[in-house]
């Protein structure tokens, strides 16, 4: 499998309060093609702002660093020309809400058409032709008149076939899908899961999956990155990390989703996560750790690579000393 | 014994406030469209101590129904009572004093609290409320102690807490009118999996300690499972399914409760999909005919399709609205007519059509 994404280094640093605060610390993340990598953390942790990064959607001022490698082309360095031909045709994106990602007072036909006029110049009547044949590949019933209505008028869950129909209509070879079920009934978040698994398989789409819910990604994502106050915490295969967890902070993660099995589930983290103005020396995750040494209050750990994991815990079991 | 502190010890004045919803119905009206009937007869109750699940879709009823058992809408049939004396829907009037000590906790703390009032003065509401002598600073103290925030929230606003922080605040005030029921409508939804079990924990916590009832309405199965000594599953407006909650979790009797359990995902790293429910959720202005969730039952046989389920005794503790479960005690069933017609149906073998059988 080709790398179709490599992330390195990245980092994005916005100004607040004066100054310029980092939300998103050197984060290092490949993508091959046909490969679903997941990114977990909880609200505020950087997750989101990282995708965005990838596409240079950030914030006036924001200031972006390290190297975006996309088919070969960095797309930090990119100019505003060559980035659009980028965004929607080769990397196209999926939000949690899709009735504040859809234009209100557009019809389905014109949302899922415009991108394919503008990148394809497209006629009309061949746009629209693309656009039944994708609605019926997110199976949403009877297309040709579900083309007239407006986003309204349709639940979240079609809402959000909708999305990912709009998404992928332009067949790119990435998809950033931000929550894309966490506004969902579980009925129908297995719907959208098997979608997007079924065009993973079927077309190779590259899926970069955001989640807070290691329920959702234990079912699509094969890499899960753990990310804590900007930073990634424990990377590696999912169900290594999913079964194994390294880090204390990915290990809380899973304590507190409701049990599966019959251990006790819902153990709560003590403590919320720091704000980006914090700054909290050693290791970012040392207030709220169980594990907690002296060392973690003073030395900042590095991810370090263990076997075929990564993880920034200096006290991991193992006992292998990554941070100088 | 105004304090807060005095409800250490159970007050025994209180035990008795059960939540009684009987049959309740709860209809829209729309000019000049179809009436939606979100609540289309749905029995729960709650007795002070316990906890409550009432799990579903979105646009299932569930919320309305736990407005209607508040009062904040009003039921179109059936009865609600709280400690014996019907719930009087809200009007301009002050909602009558009986009532205090049934509250709720709304979906979103971030449109539940007033943004421009400080959180003290928001909890002194409800205690003044209680008592018009109740509101001092250290009542409002003992409450924010209570859901683990320190004393110095009181002079802050909202906006200067996180969601789970917030969602805090929102039990803090609903604890104000010292509650022996307390209605939470989703009140997890909006918060990241360590608030989730940090406020589950706490809800759990303060229904032991204060011998709170609470009616717990939520979309997620798994959580309310881990909260809840019994859940009611609800589908389009009605009860489906009923019963301890470890047992509805281990051996889930309608098929649709089925689905539910079947497509939460599991956190076990096995790359399993959960398996999807055919199907949207009907326009509740036109529900199916017959059992209203035939149209996406894999189960559906032509009974379904015509005849409507009432939900009754499986076994001892538990219930459920569903034709595969019919002849299982057909023996107690012997004085309901449609139950002897549809057992001879049955029985009239692999024939059967639903058409014929018996005459109408």
Do not use: I
């Given at each position: 499998m080709k790398d179709l994404l490599e992330v390195e280094n990245l980092t994005v640093k916005v100004p607040s309060q004066g100054k310029m605060v980092t939300i998103v610390d050197r984060v290092n993340f490949a993508v091959a093609e046909g490969q679903v990598v997941g990114i977990a953390g909880e609200?505020?942790?950087g997750k989101t702002m990282s995708t965005l990064a990838l596409l240079r959607?950030?914030?006036?001022?924001a200031v972006l660093e390290g190297r975006v490698v996309f088919d070969g082309a960095d797309l930090v360095a990119a100019g505003e020309r060559a980035l659009r031909s980028v965004r929607g045709r080769q990397i196209a994106m999926v939000f949690q809400d899709p009735m504040a990602s859809?234009?209100?007072?557009?019809s389905i036909g014109r949302i899922l058409t415009d991108h394919l006029r503008v990148h394809f110049g497209h006629n009309r009547s061949g746009a629209r032709a693309r656009a039944i044949e994708m609605l019926e590949a997110v199976r949403i019933p009877d297309p040709e008149k579900s083309l007239k209505a407006?986003?309204?008028?349709?639940s979240g869950g079609m809402r959000q076939r909708i999305a990912i129909a709009s998404a992928l209509i332009c067949e790119p070879r990435l998809l950033i899908a931000d929550?894309?079920?966490?506004?969902?009934d579980v009925t129908v978040q297995a719907g959208i899961l098997r979608l997007l698994d079924s065009l993973r398989r079927e077309r190779q789409l590259s899926v970069m999956l955001i989640t807070h819910d290691l329920g959702v990604m234990s079912a699509l994502a094969s890499v899960l990155n753990v990310m804590y106050a900007g930073r990634i915490v424990e990377a590696g295969a999912t169900r290594a990390v999913v079964q194994n967890p390294r880090h204390p902070y990915t290990r809380a993660l899973l304590a507190a989703l409701?049990?599966?099995?019959?251990t006790r589930g819902m153990r709560a983290i003590a403590g919320s996560p720091p704000a980006p103005q914090e700054d909290i020396?050693?290791?970012?995750?040392h207030p709220r750790c169980?594990?907690?040494?002296?060392?973690c209050e003073v030395i900042a750990p590095r991810l370090t690579q263990l076997e075929e994991r990564w993880l920034?815990?200096?006290?991991?079991p193992l006992r292998i000393r990554g941070a100088a | 014994m105004v304090g807060v502190s005095s409800r250490s010890t159970p007050d025994p004045g209180r035990s008795v406030s059960v939540l009684e919803l009987e049959d309740v119905q709860v209809e829209y009206v729309r000019r000049g469209r179809i009436p939606v009937r979100a609540v289309a007869g749905a029995s729960v109750s709650v007795t002070p101590g316990e906890i409550v699940g009432l799990v579903g879709e979105s646009g299932c009823g569930k919320s309305t129904l736990a407005h209607a058992a508040v009062g904040l809408v009003a039921a179109t049939g059936g009865k609600i009572r709280f400690g014996g004396i019907p719930v009087e829907p809200l009007t301009?009037?002050?909602?009558?004093?009986?009532?205090?000590?049934l509250q709720i906790v709304f979906q979103d703390p971030f449109l539940s609290?007033?943004?421009?009032?400080r959180v003290g003065s928001q909890l002194a509401d409800g205690l003044t409320a209680r008592?018009?002598?109740?509101?001092n600073r250290k009542h409002v103290a003992e409450l924010l102690e209570m859901v683990g925030?320190?004393?110095?929230?009181?002079?802050?606003?909202?906006?200067?807490?996180s969601g789970g922080q917030r969602q805090r605040l929102a039990i803090a005030r609903a604890l104000a009118g010292n509650p022996s029921i307390l209605v939470l409508d989703e009140?997890?939804?909006?918060?990241?999996a360590s608030a989730q079990a940090q406020i589950a924990n706490l809800l759990v916590d303060l229904s032991q300690r204060l011998n709170i009832g609470m009616l717990l309405i939520s979309h997620d199965l798994a959580i309310v499972r881990e909260m809840a000594t019994r859940i009611s599953v609800m589908y389009l407006g009605v009860i489906v399914e009923e019963g301890p909650a470890e047992e509805v979790w281990s051996s889930p009797q309608h098929p649709y409760t089925q689905a539910l359990i079947g497509a939460v995902p599991q956190a076990?790293?096995?790359?399993q999909l959960p398996n999807a429910l055919a199907g949207e959720v009907p326009d509740p202005s036109r529900p199916p005919s017959g059992c209203r969730f035939h149209p996406r039952c894999?189960?559906?046989?032509?009974?379904c399709f015509d005849r409507t389920p009432t939900i009754r005794h499986s076994s001892a503790s538990r219930r459920v609205a569903c034709w595969l479960y019919e002849?299982?005690?057909?023996e107690t069933g012997a004085d309901n007519p449609l139950r002897i017609s549809i057992r001879d149906r049955v029985r009239s073998g692999p024939t059967f059509d639903g058409t014929g059988g018996t005459p109408k």
């Open positions: 609200s505020g942790s959607l950030l914030p006036p001022r859809m234009h209100p007072m557009l407006y986003p309204h008028q349709f929550e894309p079920t966490t506004a969902l409701p049990r599966s099995g019959d020396s050693g290791c970012p995750f169980e594990f907690a040494t002296r060392d920034a815990c200096p006290p991991d | 301009r009037r002050a909602r009558s004093p009986h009532l205090l000590p609290l007033n943004p421009r009032r008592d018009s002598n109740g509101s925030l320190s004393n110095a929230a009181a002079d802050r606003y909202p906006h200067q807490f009140p997890l939804s909006a918060l990241d076990d790293g096995l790359g894999p189960h559906a046989f032509s009974v002849s299982a005690d057909a």
